[in-house]
C-alpha cells in the first residue's frame, strides 16, 4: 500500500475490524419501504443508536409535507418517516456531507424480506446493498477518523433520510441546508460489482396530469361527453413525441376510466421524464405546457398539471473531477481501481451536487440487482469501500482538498 501514511494505516486497521456485516445483516432484517412507517421508524431508531458513537447532536428530523396525486384525482399529503441528521464539530475549518437513505422498494407485503447466503459468497437481501451495507461503512469510516488525530480538523453532517426512493420530496430541503458551506460530499449509493462509480448523471422529473372531461351515455348521448380516458391517451402520445437526443419521455400509467357503457370523466397521466442537462428541462416543461394547451383544446376537457424536476441533472464540472481524482488516487494508494462512468439514474447526489458541492455518490458498497429480488451484497467490499472512504475523508481533513 504504497502513500499511506500511518494515519491512514491506522484508519485501515480501525475499519478493518467495524462490525460492519452484523451490522448490515441486523438492518436488513427490518423492512423500511419507504411507505413502511412503522418499520421505518424501528430502523430510524436502530441507525440512532449505532451512529450515537460518533460525537455531536444527533436528531431524528420530521419530515416536511409532501403531496401526491391519488388514482381519483385528489392531491393528498404523503406521510413520511422521521430523517436523522447528526452534526459533528461545526466549528472546524473544513466541513463535509455524508448522505444516504435508510428507505428501500420493499414495501411491507413484498415477498422479498428476509437475506440469505448465495453459493458464491454473495448477501442477498432487500437493501442490502442499496443502501445498508452503505450505512454500515460510512458509519465504520467515520469512527476511524473520530480516533484520528485529525478529527479536530474536520466537521461534518451526516443526513440519513427515509424517502430517497420515492424522490426525496419530504427531505429535500434538509439535504440543500445540510449541504450549505461543504467542500465536498459523499454519498453511500452501492457500486457497480466491479467497483465501479456513477459519474455523471441525467436528471429526472416526475408529473401527474389530471384530465377532467365530462360523463355521459356511451350509447345514448356520447356526443355529449368528453372523454378523459382519450384525451389523457392523446397527452401521452405528445409528450412521448416530445422525446429528443437529452431527454427521454417514458408516458408509465394511466388512471381513470370506468363502467363500458360510461363516457369517463377522469384521467391521470403518469409520465416521467430524463433530461441531460438544463436546456432539456426547459424543452420538457415547453413540451408539457404545449401539450396540455392542445389536448384541452382539441378534446375540450381541462388538465391540471402537478409534479416537478426534482433531481437535477449532475454534469461532471470540475470541482466534481477533482473530488472523483482523489478518490482514484486514494483507490490506487489502496490497491484498489476505481473508475466511473455517466449513468441515466438518479439519487441525492444530483441534489447535492446542484447546490455546488463536489459529490461522489456511490461511495457504498459493491453489489448489485438492486430494486429487485436479486438484490446481492459483496460482502468482501464492506471493508474495502470503508478503507477508501476512510482515506478519501482523511486526506480532505489534512486540506488535501482545498
Same mark, same amino acid.
Given at each position: 500500500m504504497n502513500g499511506l501514511c500511518s494515519i491512514e494505516q491506522a484508519a485501515i486497521e480501525h475499519v478493518a475490524g467495524a462490525p460492519m456485516l452484523a451490522r448490515t445483516q441486523a438492518w436488513v432484517a427490518i423492512n423500511s419501504g419507504t411507505r413502511n412507517l412503522t418499520g421505518l421508524a424501528q430502523v430510524a431508531q436502530e441507525l440512532a443508536n449505532a451512529f450515537s458513537v460518533l460525537p455531536g447532536h444527533l436528531a431524528l428530523v420530521d419530515p416536511a409535507p409532501a403531496e401526491s396525486v391519488t388514482p381519483d384525482g385528489r392531491v393528498e399529503s404523503i406521510a413520511h418517516g422521521r430523517h436523522l441528521h447528526l452534526a459533528v464539530r461545526p466549528e472546524a475549518p473544513i466541513q463535509m456531507l455524508l448522505t444516504g437513505h435508510m428507505d428501500t422498494v420493499y414495501g411491507a407485503d413484498h415477498p422479498f424480506q428476509t437475506g440469505r447466503w448465495l453459493d458464491d459468497g454473495r448477501f442477498n437481501a432487500p437493501g442490502a446493498a442499496d443502501m445498508k451495507g452503505g450505512l454500515a461503512l460510512m458509519l465504520a469510516a467515520l469512527e476511524a477518523l473520530e480516533a484520528s488525530p485529525l478529527a479536530s480538523q474536520l466537521g461534518y453532517e451526516v443526513l440519513i433520510n427515509s424517502d430517497e426512493e420515492t424522490g426525496s420530496f419530504s427531505s429535500r430541503a434538509l439535504i440543500e441546508g445540510a449541504a450549505r458551506g461543504k467542500v465536498a460530499a459523499l454519498t453511500y449509493e452501492p457500486a457497480l460489482p466491479d467497483g465501479t462509480l456513477a459519474g455523471a448523471r441525467g436528471g429526472t422529473g416526475n408529473f401527474s396530469l389530471v384530465v377532467r372531461g365530462r360523463s355521459a351515455h356511451a350509447g345514448r348521448n356520447p356526443e355529449e361527453g368528453r372523454n378523459a380516458l382519450v384525451a389523457a391517451a392523446a397527452l401521452a402520445v405528445r409528450l412521448a413525441d416530445a422525446k429528443a437526443p437529452g431527454l427521454a419521455v417514458n408516458p408509465a400509467r394511466i388512471d381513470g376510466g370506468g363502467p363500458n357503457?360510461? @363516457?369517463?370523466?377522469? /384521467?391521470?397521466?403518469? @409520465?416521467?421524464?430524463? $433530461?441531460? &442537462?438544463?436546456? +432539456?428541462? /426547459?424543452?420538457?416543461?415547453?413540451?408539457?405546457?404545449?401539450?396540455?394547451? &392542445? @389536448?384541452?383544446? +382539441?378534446?375540450? @376537457?381541462?388538465?391540471?398539471?402537478? %409534479?416537478?424536476?426534482?433531481?437535477? $441533472?449532475? $454534469?461532471?464540472?470540475?470541482? /466534481?473531477?477533482?473530488?472523483? %481524482?482523489?478518490v482514484q488516487s486514494v483507490g490506487t494508494d489502496l490497491g484498489i481501481p476505481v473508475a466511473w462512468k455517466a449513468t441515466g439514474g438518479v439519487c441525492d447526489g444530483n441534489n447535492i451536487a446542484a447546490c455546488g458541492v463536489p459529490v461522489v455518490d456511490t461511495m457504498g458498497a459493491r453489489g448489485g440487482a438492486i430494486h429487485s429480488t436479486e438484490e446481492f451484497l459483496i460482502p468482501e467490499s464492506l471493508p474495502e469501500r470503508a478503507a477508501l472512504s476512510a482515506v478519501t475523508i482523511l486526506r480532505i481533513a489534512n486540506g488535501d482538498f482545498a
Open positions: 357503457n360510461v @363516457v369517463p370523466d377522469l /384521467a391521470i397521466l403518469r @409520465v416521467n421524464f430524463r $433530461p441531460r &442537462d438544463e436546456w +432539456s428541462i /426547459a424543452i420538457a416543461k415547453a413540451a408539457i405546457e404545449r401539450a396540455a394547451s &392542445d @389536448v384541452m383544446a +382539441s378534446h375540450e @376537457v381541462h388538465i391540471d398539471v402537478h %409534479g416537478s424536476f426534482n433531481r437535477p $441533472p449532475k $454534469p461532471l464540472d470540475p470541482g /466534481a473531477e477533482k473530488l472523483f %481524482g482523489l
